[in-house]
């Protein structure tokens, strides 16, 4: 292998190509976009053990298992995993690490797929542990050498930040080899790892005392940087935002924070002599603003009076906020004839249209989750109607019958299989203990579908293609107390309506499992269905299902050959019997 060479890589595959050159031996994640393919990548690399875990908590604790044994570790999530995996984070502040251990978060301006934009760089704050912030591909690569080995000079955690354009925009890297590290395994010290009050408090002044350190670090980190000319104003930015400020405004004075937390105090002090003003361009929180602004007392800092605290940057509007408009809107103004809406749908086939066709048609209130079924909440479906987080729906539908012990008669939460084994598991434990009597429908279709079809517990298979015991879901729900377990399948439309009728009336908590694999993982469709265009009364029943392949043709119902796989939903739904497998096409002989 040669020392180096240059490759087109995204962020994402950066990321993990960094951490195969810094000695990275464990790799632990949650399938979350925009973060997914870190440890899809990295479990390419020969040497490292790559790990989907149950969730994001479970995937620091692991890293922080294999940080403590003395390996390099990256663990990877979305920005709202950070919430989930929060806990341990708080507290390996205090307790340092073994292996240099970084933690991703790929934040995502602009919801691109995801229930809300919150900008954890808070997190570095909160946790008073180091921020690092690329803002291509080479840098995603360089930071994360960086990071491990900052974690292990200082005896912290890092947080790496990006955002969607980091993760998926695409540059060339200049790559190198791989650095094998000695691991000198666990070693026992309970002062240090044991966070009882005692020896957490013993550790609290360390974390201040760390910072300290950081801080000075940050003054003579080459990841933070000044370049540029002029004196009229100086614009600091972190991440994306550098791209974007160099490409609308060419030549300007800039400071590029890499290293964002904690703040080179001295070095904005400094930059800021040089000019007349600050102008802070950072996505959502003024986060690097407040604290810039707090620094700098007598200096104009302007960041949020000029660019939005919603969505994402772009260089129009950095151009245009800087051209003297004023505050400018969340978004660039259409440049070019607007396109038509293209809303998101589920695949034709999917297993969850006849489960969210049967829900409306029963005015049913539904608690849901998040995946591809959180789909269901859109016309002409409409038959979801909460969605909060990962595992939300079944305490949701729990916390609705406490306040109104009917509601259980018309309340069905949803959940998918990956989520159920996510954070799924102990809401359904307090739905049997607290005597609640809601309907669960666990919709499996056997993988992690919305973030690409990864594997999970119940699959039976790992990242790395290691077979391994599939949990058992009906079983699993019957070892938490739910005694009425059942497993139907999602497509055969009126035994699916008739259980779930039954179960509504059932008096106790009851499991309906909806089990048939994802539409796209490989299974041979059927032949597409026809429409007998003389017996179609064009009443609209089959269009109510959402499915791609069906559309209004004239006064009658049509079907896509090449999007039809032969489900057989929109059979069922038809009164007249205009619709099957076997109808002949207008010349045909037969």
Same mark, same amino acid.
């Given at each position: ?36 393919? &870190?440890? %899809? /990548? ?7 053990? $790559? ?35 929060? !806990? ?11 292996? #240099?251990?970084?933690?991703?978060? $790929? ?13 954890? =760089? ?29 974690? %292990? ?44 009050? *005692? ?15 950081? =801080? ?11 370049? #540029? ?6 614009? &600091? ?16 004075? +800039? ?35 407040? /604290? ?52 998101? @749908? ?24 998040? *995946?591809?079924?959180?789909?269901? $909440? ?36 949803? +959940? ?18 607290? #005597?609640?009597?809601?309907?669960? @429908? ?11 079809? /990864?594997?999970?517990? #119940? ?5 790395? *293609? ?25 497509? /055969? ?6 259980? +779930? ?30 429409? !007998? ?58």
């Amino acid at each position: 292998m040669t020392s180096s060479t240059t490759k087109l890589m995204s962020g994402n595959e950066a990321i993990a190509r960094g951490a195969y050159e810094a000695g990275v031996i464990v790799g632990t994640a949650y399938p979350g976009t925009p973060s997914t393919e &870190i440890l %899809e /990548q990295l479990s390419r690399f020969p040497g490292l053990r $790559a790990h989907w875990a149950p969730n994001e908590k479970v995937a620091l604790e692991v890293g922080i298992g294999a940080s403590l044994a003395g390996a390099r570790v990256l663990v990877a999530m979305k920005h709202v995993g950070v919430n989930v995996a929060a !806990d341990p984070l708080m507290t390996l502040s205090y307790t340092g690490v073994g292996g #240099g251990l970084l933690l991703v978060s $790929a934040d995502d301006p602009g919801m691109h797929s995801s229930q809300n934009e919150q900008d954890n =760089r808070h997190y570095a704050r909160l946790a008073k542990i180091p921020l690092l912030e690329p803002s291509d591909s080479q840098e995603a690569r360089d930071f994360v050498i960086a990071g491990l080995e900052l974690s %292990e000079r200082f005896d912290t955690p890092v947080l790496l930040r990006t955002t969607t354009r980091i993760s998926h925009s695409r540059s060339l890297v200049k790559t190198g080899v791989r650095n094998e590290i000695d691991r000198k395994g666990f070693q026992k010290d309970p002062a240090k790892y044991v966070m009882i009050p *005692g020896y957490a408090r013993r550790r609290r002044p360390l974390v201040e005392k760390r910072l300290a350190g950081l =801080r000075r670090e940050a003054e003579r980190s080459p990841l933070n940087r000044t370049e #540029g000319e002029g004196t009229a104003r100086g614009f &600091i930015c972190s991440g994306i935002t550098y791209q974007y400020v160099k490409e609308a405004l060419p030549g300007e004075r +800039i400071l590029k924070l890499g290293f964002s937390y904690p703040l080179p105090e001295k070095m904005i002090r400094d930059f800021a002599a040089t000019v007349k003003e600050i102008i802070v361009v950072e996505e959502l929180d003024p986060f690097l603003e407040e /604290q810039i602004r707090a620094l700098l007392p007598g200096v104009p800092v302007t960041g949020k009076q000029l660019f939005p605290a919603i969505g994402e940057l772009s260089v129009n509007l950095i151009r245009r906020g800087t051209a003297g408009e004023g505050s400018v809107a969340s978004g660039d103004p259409p440049e070019t004839t607007e396109l038509p809406a293209r809303p998101p @749908l589920l695949c034709p086939g999917c297993p969850h249209r006849g489960v969210f066709y049967v829900l409306r048609k029963l005015k049913l209130t539904v608690p849901g989750d998040i *995946g591809c079924y959180t789909l269901g $909440a859109l016309p002409p479906l409409k038959a979801l109607h909460t969605c909060i987080c990962m595992g939300s729906g079944i305490g949701i539908a729990v916390g609705m019958e406490r306040a109104d012990p009917a509601a259980a008669a018309s309340t069905v939460a949803v +959940i998918g299989d990956s989520t159920f084994f996510h954070s799924g598991i102990t809401p359904l434990v307090d739905l049997v203990y607290s #005597g609640s009597r809601t309907t669960v @429908l666990i919709l499996d279709n056997r993988t992690t579908a919305m973030t690409g079809h /990864q594997d999970h517990p #119940g699959t039976g298979v790992t990242l790395q *293609g290691a077979t391994r015991p599939p949990i058992d879901i009906e079983a699993l729900c019957r070892a938490v107390g739910v005694r009425r377990v059942f497993t139907a399948d999602p497509l /055969q439309l009126r035994e699916l309506e008739s259980l +779930i009728k039954k179960e509504l009336t059932a008096g106790e908590p009851s499991v309906i499992i909806a089990q048939r694999p994802c539409v796209l993982l490989g299974r041979t469709p059927s032949a597409p269905l026809r429409i !007998d265009a003389q017996k179609c009364r064009d009443c609209g029943l089959c269009l109510a299902l959402g499915c791609p392949a069906l559309s209004r043709f004239g006064d009658c119902a049509s079907i896509d050959p090449l999007l039809c796989n032969g489900c057989g939903l929109c059979s069922q739904v038809c009164r007249h019997g205009a619709i099957g497998a076997t109808i002949p096409e207008e010349g045909d002989s037969n």
